[in-house]
Nanobody, 115 residues
Framework: QVQLVESGGGLVQPGGSLRLSCAAS????????MRWYRQAPGKERALVAT????????NYEDSVRGRFTISRDNAKNMVYLQMNSLKPEDTAVYLC????????WGQGTQVTVSS
């Protein structure tokens, strides 16, 4: 069965960096685009970044463009989100997503940006 397991979240000061990882299994990873979403307290889940199946194209939500980088390693079935220059408004649970077309989610990893 499809599994997505996120890791790498934590508490970081404003201006700091974190690298999130998502380990995928149960499907042919290299055939599918992958996405990172986030959900802040009291807000709807929002798309943060997308990467195509071959990693050749990426897309970002406006507020993270230039600060976040999505990447993938198809040999390891991993997708990453490098987050730099973090702001308090980046605080959220970050979730990995694949559409096959059925949508699958990981359990999420908490990112808290606070001094």
């Amino acid at each position: 069965q499809v599994q997505l397991v996120e890791s790498g979240g934590g508490l970081v000061q404003p201006g700091g960096s974190l690298r999130l990882s998502c380990a995928a299994s149960g499907f042919t990873f290299s055939m599918y685009a992958m996405r990172w979403y986030r959900q802040a307290p009291g807000k709807e889940r929002a798309l943060v970044a997308t990467i195509t199946s071959d990693g050749g194209s990426t897309n970002y939500e406006d507020s993270v463009r230039g600060r976040f980088t999505i990447s993938r390693d198809n040999a390891k079935n991993m997708v990453y989100l490098q987050m730099n220059s973090l702001k308090p408004e980046d605080t959220a649970v970050y979730l990995c997503n694949v559409r096959r077309p059925t949508t699958y989610w990981g359990q999420g990893t908490q990112v808290t940006v606070s001094s």
